[in-house]
Antibody, heavy 116, light 110 residues
């Protein structure tokens, strides 16, 4: 079955860049679309970005152009970079397969804390 | 941008009771793109319902979804102890591609 695993630093300093990797197993990354979603502690879910294997992307306007999502088909991975982070970007970050307008399955999530 | 409003914020019920959770959209969109997720503490969300009323693989039939237009409902017919969790609704819009979540409903044991 399809499985996703997030990886990346758990601590990022304010104003720096958050970089995360999602490794996909059990499916080819070229067969589907993929997304990043985050959840600040104690709060709801927020969709961040979407990428199709061809490189087509879409972003949540609330990111104010700070985010970049990309895919590496040779590694079966996709990525998120978020620039100029602040404490408001502290959250559990999930990667997920985006299929017909829904997310399934999800990775287990990785907590990223923005702090000096 | 479509806004999803879930109600109630918290629902207190006992095992065996029926739960009815609401998700209201700020404007009409295709019901094909309305999904519900269950999230337990410390876990990732799990897809329950897609297309407003179709159960995802492995989801018990006590979970059902309904609705169209701007009003959608998740019903759990008889609550089991493992059903107490947070439930999120989510919609997808295609022009431009955009996903939106509701703020969640916490279903707690009374």
């Amino acid at each position: 079955q399809v499985q996703l695993q997030e990886s990346g630093p758990g601590l990022v300093k304010p104003s720096e860049t958050l970089s995360l990797t999602c490794t996909v197993s059990g499916a080819s990354i070229t067969d589907y679309s993929w997304s990043w979603i985050r959840q600040p502690p104690g709060k709801g879910l927020e969709w961040i970005a979407f990428v199709y294997y061809s490189g087509s992307t879409s972003y949540n306007p609330s990111l104010t152009s700070r985010g970049t999502i990309s895919v590496d088909t040779s590694k079966n991975q996709f990525y998120l970079r978020l620039n100029s982070v602040t404490a408001a970007d502290t959250a559990v970050y999930y990667c997920a397969r985006a299929i017909f307008g829904r997310f399934d399955p999800w990775g287990q999530g990785t907590l990223v804390t923005v702090s000096s | 941008e479509i806004v999803l409003t879930q109600s109630p914020g918290t629902l207190s019920l006992s095992p065996g009771e029926r739960a009815t959770l609401s998700c209201r959209a700020s404007q009409n969109f295709g019901s094909s793109f309305l999904a519900w997720y269950q999230q337990k503490p410390g876990q990732a969300p799990r897809l329950l319902i897609y297309g407003a009323s179709s159960r995802a693989t492995g989801i018990p039939d006590r979970f059902s979804g309904s609705g169209s237009g701007t009003d959608f409902t998740l019903t759990i017919s008889r609550l089991e102890p493992e059903d107490f969790a947070v439930y999120h609704c989510q919609q997808y819009g295609s022009s431009p591609s955009m996903y939106t979540f509701g703020q969640g409903t916490k279903l707690e044991i009374k």
